[in-house]
Structure formats: structure tokens, C-alpha cells
């Protein structure tokens, strides 16, 4: 029978903030593949938690390496916890490749939820986040950069981004540059750790802060998305159209005419009395 490969959602920075069920894989797993097995071994001191499986490092450099023998021994039955130093695995973090070839192989895939550098920061940015985008860590090389920020201009969705501390400043002067320096932003800084750090200001701001800063730790930034172009002006004939549209979709009078206003920004009484009217 095969085994089973589970991902372990690791505290951003606080141990307290490690579930019951990680505790729990980490001390039945028969291997666990660690980013960092020095992290590891600090986080199950500071847990108090046996370590009773056998550990591997398993990072960027040696993924493509170590996963056929990982995938043999989830064939064989072995029980595969994997864990990075923080947040969840395969999120701009290792794991993607590991959980590719498990599932090619037919072997369970399982998760424990845990901290998330995405989520936290959106959470506490103050901005929207009924509808957001994670675009992870940005090319590296500064003409890379600023294309793909110049693609994202006009991205309605809230925006969140990786970036390392020593590329962070050029990274706000991009995109100030390409969003505008009035964008909202908030830029966080070592979540649930010591230090933590919470920046809510326009991208300008923000970057002639960052370029006189010694910035330092793990940021997550959060960019509010672009204002939506004004709704071009539809003609009752138009506005009833598409509720008729969506009604021969199935939907009701009532949510059809709820679904256009939210479409065009068209007040739904508006909306409702010209769907009335045809």
C-alpha cells in the first residue's frame, strides 16, 4: 500500500501558533522533509515535540533530486510530512514538485492548514479582500520587474506580493512608478515575529521611506488594485437585455437585476425599472 504525503503548515514566526495536528504528524510521520532542518529542529524544541521519524532537508536546491526518493518511499508506505520555515509548502515555497510527482505516483496528498504570509498580511492591510491576486516574488532583474508591474497597472483585485528585504526599496520605486505613488498600500514586516512591522501608506510613501530604511526580515506587501473605469452609459433597452440574459440563465428577476447592477455600477432600482419597463 502507499503511503501518504502531508503538508505542514509552519508558524510565520510565533511557535504558539503551530495546530494541534502538526504537533501530531511531526511526531508519527516515518520521514519529514524539512526547508531547513535546523529551523526544524528549533521549532520541535520549542514545541516539545519527538521527532521520532527520520529528517531530510528538502529546499530549492535539492528538490528536483530528493523527490524520486521521497515518491519511492511514499510508494513503499511511508508516512512524508513536509514543512518549510514558514507559512505553507508549495506557496512560493518548497513542495510544488514533491506534490506533482506524489500525485503522478498515486499516492495521497493531504494537508494541515496553518499560517499563511498571504492571508495574515491581507488581513490586517486594512485593504479589500473579497477579491485578491498572490503574484509571489517578482523577477529579480529590474527591466523583468517592471514589465510585469506595468502588466498589473490596471488589476482591479487587491495585489500581494514577496519580495527580500534588499530588493524591497527599488521594488516600491517600481511600483509607485508603474501604479501611481497615491496607490494604498501596506507593507508588513516580520508577521507574529518580535519585530513586527505594519506600514499602511500610499506607494510613494512607502518607497522614499524604504530607500533612507535599513530594511530588514520577511515582507509581504499588500496593493490595493486599480479603481474600475467608470461604466460606460448603457440605454434602458441595454440594461434590460442583460437581465433578460441572465434570467434565461436561470436566475430570478430579483438576482438578474442585482447581477447586472453589480456588472455595470448601475443603481439596481434603475436597473430593475427599465428590466420593468421591457
Not at 127 to 134: G, H, N, Q, S, V
Amino acid at each position: 500500500m502507499s503511503g501518504v504525503l502531508v503538508l505542514l503548515g509552519a508558524p510565520l514566526g510565533n511557535p504558539a501558533d503551530v495546530s494541534a495536528r502538526v504537533r501530531d504528524e511531526l511526531s508519527r510521520a516515518d520521514i519529514v522533509a524539512a526547508e531547513d532542518t535546523r529551523r526544524l529542529a528549533r521549532l520541535a524544541r520549542d514545541l516539545d515535540v519527538p521527532i521520532p521519524g527520520r529528517v531530510v532537508s528538502y529546499f530549492e536546491g535539492n528538490e528536483e533530486r530528493r523527490t524520486p526518493s521521497l515518491v519511492a518511499a511514499l510508494r513503499e508506505g511511508a508516512r512524508v510530512a513536509l514543512i518549510t520555515d514558514g507559512g505553507m509548502p508549495s506557496v512560493s515555497d518548497p513542495g510544488f514538485r514533491l506534490v506533482r510527482a506524489a500525485i503522478a505516483a498515486g499516492v495521497p496528498v493531504q494537508a494541515v492548514p496553518g499560517p499563511s504570509a498571504v492571508t495574515t498580511a491581507l488581513a490586517v492591510s486594512g485593504l479589500p479582500a473579497d477579491r485578491f491576486c498572490f503574484e509571489g516574488f517578482l523577477p529579480r532583474t529590474a527591466a523583468a520587474r517592471r514589465a510585469r508591474l506595468a502588466a498589473l497597472a490596471t488589476e482591479e483585485r487587491t495585489l500581494v506580493f514577496f519580495e527580500a528585504p534588499h530588493r524591497v526599496a527599488a521594488m516600491l520605486a517600481d511600483a509607485a512608478a508603474a501604479f501611481g505613488p497615491a496607490r494604498p498600500a501596506a507593507l508588513c514586516r516580520e508577521l507574529t515575529k518580535t519585530h513586527e512591522e505594519i506600514r499602511r501608506a500610499p506607494l510613494g510613501e512607502l518607497a522614499a521611506w524604504a530607500a533612507e530604511a535599513d530594511v530588514r526580515g520577511e515582507i509581504t506587501l499588500v496593493v490595493a488594485g486599480a479603481e474600475a473605469p467608470p461604466a460606460a452609459a448603457l440605454s434602458a433597452e441595454e440594461l434590460a437585455d442583460r437581465v433578460a440574459s441572465y434570467e434565461r440563465q436561470g436566475m430570478s428577476r430579483r438576482d438578474a437585476v442585482a447581477a447586472v447592477a453589480r456588472d455595470t455600477g448601475v443603481p439596481r432600482r434603475d436597473v430593475y425599472a427599465a428590466a420593468h419597463r421591457a
